[in-house]
């Protein structure tokens, strides 16, 4: 069982920057495939960006150029750093794991706010 947490959300000016941090509670070494999501109020929930065990990596079209994506095995974290951030980005984002035959992992979400 591997437990995910969120953390680095906040209220952020439009074109402002935030990085989040999902830390794992064990190896992420084990998750072939991790990722963000995220729900904005009313919405359903949106895939953002995942990573590969790899290091492969993919973004949803309307943050790609903005947002990176990345692991660090040795930390057990995988980030996201959001650049030009605009208000369409406000929303919980959801920090996932997926470990092929055995399960996907969720954590509890951050809130991120992106207004003036």
């Known amino acids: 069982q591997v437990q995910l947490v969120e953390s680095g959300g906040g209220l952020v000016q439009p074109g402002g920057s935030l990085r989040l941090s999902c830390a794992a509670s064990?190896?992420?070494?084990?998750?072939?495939?991790m990722g963000w999501y995220r729900q904005a109020p009313g919405k359903q929930r949106e895939w953002v960006a995942t990573?590969?065990?790899?290091?492969?990596?993919n973004y949803a079209g309307s943050v790609k150029g903005r947002f990176t994506i990345s692991r660090d095995n040795a930390k057990n974290t995988v980030y996201l750093q959001m650049n030009s951030l605009k208000p369409e980005d406000t929303a919980v984002y959801y920090c996932?794991?997926?470990?092929?035959?055995?399960?996907?992992?969720w954590g509890q979400g951050t809130q991120v706010t992106v207004s003036s």
């Open positions: 996932y794991g997926k470990e092929i035959a055995k399960g996907d992992y």
């Open positions: 990573i590969s065990s790899g290091g492969n990596t």
């Open positions: 064990g190896s992420i070494a084990r998750l072939n495939i």
